[in-house]
């Protein structure tokens, strides 16, 4: 059900060490790495992302799901949007991620970024 996730991380060195080791049993490893963040996961594709948050609080989290197909992705933000979600990026090609990433983005009540993502083609 999900693509990937992304929290708020105060010392991305501090938690790239700690989620290394708790999900290399599980056999996922670092991906991709800067001083703003890390993305880890199984053979190279990052599942959880950690990004730099300097603040006191942080400004909520990311989370994708995994849709069927493009109509899903559509349905998705329309329902979103029904339901008090605010826009923050309608259902289109996203071709800087991928030629094939097709999503949609909504704030949920809680300032969370949620996504639907299809990758099919």
């Not at 501090?14 to 880890?40: H, I, M, R, T, W």
Request: charged fraction near 20%.
């Amino acid at each position: 059900m999900f693509d990937h996730l992304g929290i708020h991380v105060k010392d991305v060195a501090a938690s790239v060490a700690f989620y290394k080791a708790v999900l290399a049993p599980l056999g996922a490893k670092v991906c991709s790495q800067d001083e703003n963040g890390a993305g880890l996961g199984p053979d190279g594709n990052a599942i959880l992302w950690l990004y730099a948050h300097k603040g006191a609080k942080g400004p909520g989290c990311h989370i994708a799901f995994t849709a069927p197909d493009r109509k899903a992705v559509e349905k998705f933000h329309a329902a979103g949007l029904k339901a008090g979600g605010k826009d923050n990026g309608g259902a289109g090609l996203r071709a800087d991620y991928s030629p094939t990433y097709f999503a949609a983005f909504l704030i949920d009540p809680d300032g969370n970024n949620v996504e639907a993502v299809y990758m099919g083609g």
